[in-house]
């Protein structure tokens, strides 16, 4: 640490009081200062590689009747959560109207709305976002198949 020709730099966190009570609670459950897990953070940045990809959702080998019993949904509500899963993006979000989802599944939105309600109650979406007079609402879709 006392070569002359090593060079250190400092970086500044910045956050509010809440932000720094959290970094205090995490450190002192990981047993460190909050500059070491600060700096054991920095440390994974330059190294740090992105999942792999999933592989690409296929809805035509999806067995909506099996996917159904095993999450305790209605037939109707599986065939909303392949609809939602396939038009997913990378974050496993997606953003769909009910006049959109009622016309791919050929159903009302009254319908849809319903089926969305049993999938959220079930944990098989996450409302991300409600929707606006403007804009759909953005769910997550669970991983779940």
Same mark, same amino acid.
């Given at each position: /640490?006392?070569?002359?020709?090593?060079?250190?730099?400092?970086?500044?966190?910045? %956050?509010?009081? =809440?932000?720094?009570?959290?970094?205090?609670?995490?450190? #002192?459950? #990981? %047993?460190?200062?909050?500059?070491?897990?600060?700096?054991?953070?920095?440390?994974?940045?330059? $190294?740090?590689?992105?999942?792999?990809?999933?592989?690409?959702?296929?809805?035509?080998?999806?067995? =909506?009747?099996?996917?159904?019993?095993?999450? %305790?949904?209605?037939?109707?509500? =599986?065939?909303?959560?392949?609809? @939602? &899963?396939?038009?997913?993006?990378?974050? /496993?979000?997606? #953003?769909?109207?009910?006049?959109? @989802?009622?016309?791919?599944?050929?159903?009302? $939105?009254?319908?849809?709305?319903?089926? $969305?309600?049993?999938?959220?109650? !079930?944990?098989?979406?996450? @409302?991300?976002?409600? %929707?606006? &007079?403007?804009?759909?609402?953005?769910?997550?879709?669970?991983? !779940?198949?």
């Amino acid at each position: /640490m006392n070569d002359p020709d090593v060079r250190h730099f400092r970086h500044v966190v910045k %956050g509010d009081r =809440a932000f720094n009570v959290r970094l205090e609670a995490v450190a #002192q459950k #990981q %047993g460190l200062s909050v500059v070491a897990l600060v700096q054991a953070h920095f440390d994974t940045i330059l $190294t740090w590689k992105a999942p792999p990809k999933r592989p690409r959702f296929d809805p035509k080998r999806f067995d =909506a009747a099996a996917f159904a019993n095993r999450h %305790g949904v209605p037939l109707g509500a =599986a065939l909303l959560w392949v609809e @939602l &899963r396939a038009s997913c993006d990378d974050a /496993m979000c997606v #953003q769909r109207g009910l006049n959109s @989802l009622a016309a791919a599944l050929v159903s009302s $939105t009254g319908v849809i709305a319903d089926r $969305t309600e049993k999938l959220l109650a !079930a944990g098989l979406i996450e @409302l991300v976002r409600p %929707g606006t &007079r403007s804009s759909a609402a953005v769910y997550r879709v669970s991983d !779940a198949e």
